[in-house]
Nanobody, 121 residues
Framework: QLQLVESGGGLVQPGGSLRLSCVAS????????IGWFRQAPGKEREGVSC????????NYADSVKGRFTISRDNAKNTVSLQMNSLQPDDTAVYYC??????????????WGKGTQVTVAS
């Protein structure tokens, strides 16, 4: 059973940084593409970024391009999302998910409980 656990969220001032982590248990993370999406109150779910199983391909939403960087360490079964220059619009619960490919949608139920990111002064 795919199980992912997100961590690293918190409260940060505008312009600050956070690093989110996604740890897999019960399966080999390196066999899957891993992505992040976020959900803010009253807003639709937004895909943020995705990295291929090998780490050779990444993609980003236009809203985070140039500020966020996704990376993975398959040996540690971990994917990270480095978020810089955070803005209030980045406030949301962030979820990581597994997928067969970054061009496909998330495997249903593969995401964890999420981690809250709040950007406010």
């Amino acid at each position: 059973q795919l199980q992912l656990v997100e961590s690293g969220g918190g409260l940060v001032q505008p312009g600050g940084s956070l690093r989110l982590s996604c740890v897999a248990s019960g399966f080999t993370l390196g066999l899957h593409a891993i992505g992040w999406f976020r959900q803010a109150p009253g807003k639709e779910r937004e895909g943020v970024s995705c990295i291929s199983s090998s780490g050779g391909n990444t993609n980003y939403a236009d809203s985070v391009k140039g500020r966020f960087t996704i990376s993975r360490d398959n040996a540690k079964n971990t994917v990270s999302l480095q978020m810089n220059s955070l803005q209030p619009d980045d406030t949301a619960v962030y979820y990581c998910y597994a997928a067969a490919d970054c061009n496909w949608g998330p495997i249903p139920g593969s995401w964890g409980k999420g981690t809250q990111v709040t950007v406010a002064s």
